[in-house]
């Protein structure tokens, strides 16, 4: 889904040049993560945030640096090659990892907290998931102004949903 919204951004534009790059990067996604598919990531990526589709890294990192809720060491982490740290649970998801094994029958509460402008895991793959899942409880809320990041896109909103909507829920059981 990501791809193809990202190459309607780039025909929309009218940049040939990019649009060009971006074909050449399909099949996207592959189905097994490697070298390959690590590189074709973070080209999509890349032209995703040229094109406003997510978030480019600086804004993230200054959110990251800034965050009182990181060690210097975390904050090491995410200043050196944040793939690289992120690449075992990269394998899992795209290597081992298909969420329709678990079932959609859940004995805990579930919450979905998106950006309808996400994607990365796409707001309505996850909404067309959400609606299969029975749980005792079960609430998805939904930011029309975020993306992926949602709790940095916007974080007011976000912490009222955890605050007032959700951690009410939970503690009533």
């Given at each position: 889904?990501g791809?193809?919204k990202?190459?309607?951004?780039?025909n929309?534009?009218?940049?040939k040049k990019?649009i060009a790059?971006?074909k050449?990067?399909?099949?996207?996604p592959?189905e097994i993560?490697?070298?390959?598919?690590?590189e074709?990531?973070l080209?999509v990526?890349?032209?995703q945030?040229k094109?406003g589709?997510?978030e480019?890294?600086v804004?993230?990192?200054?959110?990251?640096m800034s965050?009182?809720?990181?060690?210097?060491k975390?904050?090491?982490?995410?200043?050196?090659?944040?793939l690289?740290?992120?690449?075992?649970?990269?394998?899992f998801?795209?290597?081992?990892?298909?969420?329709?094994n678990f079932?959609?029958s859940?004995d805990i509460?579930?919450f979905y907290?998106m950006?309808?402008q996400?994607f990365?895991?796409?707001y309505i793959?996850?909404?067309e998931?959400?609606?299969?899942?029975?749980?005792?409880q079960?609430?998805?809320?939904?930011?029309s102004?975020?993306g992926h990041?949602?709790?940095?896109d916007?974080?007011t909103e976000f912490?009222?949903?955890?605050l007032k909507?959700?951690?009410?829920l939970i503690y009533?059981?």
């Open positions: 889904m791809f193809d990202l190459l309607n951004a780039a929309t534009k009218g940049n990019d790059a971006i050449s990067l399909a099949p996207y592959l993560y490697d070298e390959k598919l690590k074709k990531l080209n990526r890349t032209y945030a094109y589709l997510a480019g890294g804004k993230f990192l200054l959110a990251v965050s009182p809720h990181y060690s210097l975390d904050k090491g982490y995410f200043s050196k090659d944040i690289r740290y992120q690449e075992p649970i990269m394998r998801l795209f290597n081992e990892c298909d969420v329709r079932g959609t859940y509460p579930v907290i950006g309808e996400d990365t895991t796409p793959a996850a909404k998931y959400f609606e299969e899942i029975t749980a005792p079960k609430a998805f809320f939904s930011f102004d975020a990041f949602v709790m940095m916007n974080k912490y009222r949903v955890l909507e959700i951690k009410p009533e059981r």
